[in-house]
């Protein structure tokens, strides 16, 4: 039996839908076919515009769920048996109850619907596999023409993007766009957004600062940073020359010096483990044989450059190495181990040896410092005693 709702709507169906919408006894009824149809077990086809769609029974619909994410996406339409009034909709849910439960989102299905609810009969006509297909597919048949049809509760045209939803970044470059193409509506906006948060550090900027820490991720935000200060040296290159330098004196200052230290030791206390790593990375950097080769040919480089101060620097090494030596020493007689005389520094106890005539030259300071330093013999059993037949110790000792 084909039943005629309006000019674009028609069911073919084994008894009439119009007549059991009006049975209020139905399951009571002994008529089994009645009662099978309105649970839904047996078959229908539904023809909106001409174009016929087999009509799913919750059986078959229940059975229809996506494997790939487990989501029910179905193409249906609401038919008011009394009036004729129809509308057409889509549904992508992940459960079956939420499916059953959602009836349509049209304003003027859902006035119509709160009032009427035991007069619609929802039909499921199409599964399908993504999100797209119910669109395209809602699309082809919610079009114009239908629209013009008085008993069509649809608003819209079908396919109206629901499961696209725009990115944050898409709608703030939207949003950016039109303010750009209307700059007087937005003019006290931006010139208090620019008083506010351009005025120096204040609570106001550090809440701004925190609410755009918590929406994007930390590798997002410094390469947003990141962008942003380069678009601004480019832009203004002697402000950011001027910026830098005055940010370079302001680090010197002993006041920024002891805070970097501070948070400095803080953070090695809170990380241990980075800590270390940090320090292996930055010695294997430091010693490679990479860096050693850098070093030297920027030190030669700067040399060459500044010949006066790399002559300054070379005695003043020099210096560093005479005083790091410069520790009294005592000589001792091997025998009674008295004290027989007391000099300054290892060079002046080796002066005094050339002049007796006790050793050739002054290379005699490495055998005193041997024996002050207790270095172990080259024949591998003990450390050295004696120098030039003398005991010498650091006169601390």
Sequence with gaps: MITTINENIRIWQEFNPIELSMEFNWINSVDSKHNLAKLGFIKARIAIKNRWFDVLTLCELVRKRNNSDGYYRVVYIQINMESGEYYIGKANRPKWSELIRYQGSGLKFVNKFKNNKDRFVRYYFAICETADETEQLEASIVDRDLLSD?????????????????????????????????????????????????????????????????????????????????????????????????????????ECQAKRKTSFEKWIISNPEKYKAWQEKLISSRTSQKANEKRKVSLKEWSDTNPQKAKLFAQKRAQAAATKTSKAICMIDLESGKVLQRFLSQHAAAKWLVEEGKAKNMNCVSSISSVCLRKPCTTGYGYRKKAYGYDWRFANE
């Design 150 to 254: 008085e008993k069509c509760l649809n608003l819209v045209v079908g396919g109206g993007g629901i499961s696209k939803h725009p990115s944050i970044a898409e709608t703030s470059k939207k949003k950016r766009k039109y303010m750009k193409s209307h700059p007087e509506q937005f003019k006290p906006m931006i010139e208090a957004s620019q008083k506010a948060f351009r005025s120096g550090d204040s609570p106001a900027l550090r809440a701004r600062s925190r609410r755009i820490k918590d929406v994007m991720s930390a590798d997002k935000y410094r390469e947003m940073s990141r962008e942003r200060i380069a678009k601004w040296k480019e832009e203004n290159p002697i402000q950011y020359t001027e910026a830098r330098k005055k940010n370079h004196e302001i680090i010197k200052t002993p």
